[in-house]
């Protein structure tokens, strides 16, 4: 897990470089013209569409849905011919997102599968494909291949958008801070004992730090086996709250600037219910902010927020790594999970 975690930056700059093999003039019609964008996935490449659905929205893209691919299956959502598919699969054997793809397409919509797997199931099934180069993916939780999954998305994003080079350029830049987050990792290494200690963690955040707020959960309770839930910040006084007392940790991820104060106020609520919390955020200053109410603030490289999920990511899964690690859990072999999903 480490090997691949490390292997972010790599992922990123390959999957940009690779999106360029795409046929963009066919991606772009299908972009414009479509009335709602649905994209569907299982565990975290669902995870990766919760975070697009915030990039394609800034994008004027009005209706963005994204579907957990086990649920289409049963109760698929209304598509017409102009409805564009987004289906995400790292191994793109899946069979919930395959059956879901393939039910999708057959009600008419436009299918672009985007997987790490070239000649997968799902490439078979869809209209057209947009490769992740994350390499091979060997650990059961998904991690490069999530930031590939990201990378992919982002640049469609940016192709609807009309950006010149689909985000190359910034992509390329924000590889270089997900390096640096690998290589300084002494709090990281705190946050995680901080874990360890805790009966559960809530990873919470709002509009896309929410989003990767999702995926830290299910890195954390995929191989550490912590009960873990990723929450949007606001909601936690509506009912998650009665859970936190002093065995509790909730981890904040901030990155919008003019939210930081609504984050500060879930700072308190834990802290005054004795939570203990961390922050992680790409702002600066925070600290001084937060001093002496959370016990930990891991510092990013400032980022837009935009691109901010391929580092606030990147931190949550060492977090989740080191958390199993000190708990003499294998990361590599999480108990009751398989790598690929092929049976529904
Ligand atoms: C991620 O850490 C999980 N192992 C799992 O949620 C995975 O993302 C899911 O099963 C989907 O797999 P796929 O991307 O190969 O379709």
Redesign the pocket.
Known sequence: MLKEINENAQSLRHTCGAFFKSNLRRLKEQLDGADKIIIV?????YNSGLVAKRWFEGCGCTLVDVEVASEVRYFPPKVTKSTLVLA???????AD?VEAASILRGMGAYVVAITNVDYSAITKIADQVVNVVAGCEIC???TK?YIGQLTSLYMLSQLKKGTADCGFAVLNQIAQSVESVVQNDELIDKISSLCAKSSAVFFLGRGIDYAVAVEGS??LK?VSYIFSDGYPAGELKHGTLALVDEKTLGIIIITHVQLLEKCQSTVEQIVSRHGRVVVITTLQGVLEKLKGKAECVLTLPEADENLSPFLTATAVQLIAYKTAVKLGRNPDRPRN?A???TVE
Request: aromatic share 0%; net charge neutral.
């Open positions: 996935g299982c565990g975290t490449a995400v699969s790292q191994s793109g054997e899946t997102t059961v939780a998904a291949s299910l890195k995929e999970l790598k690929s999903v």
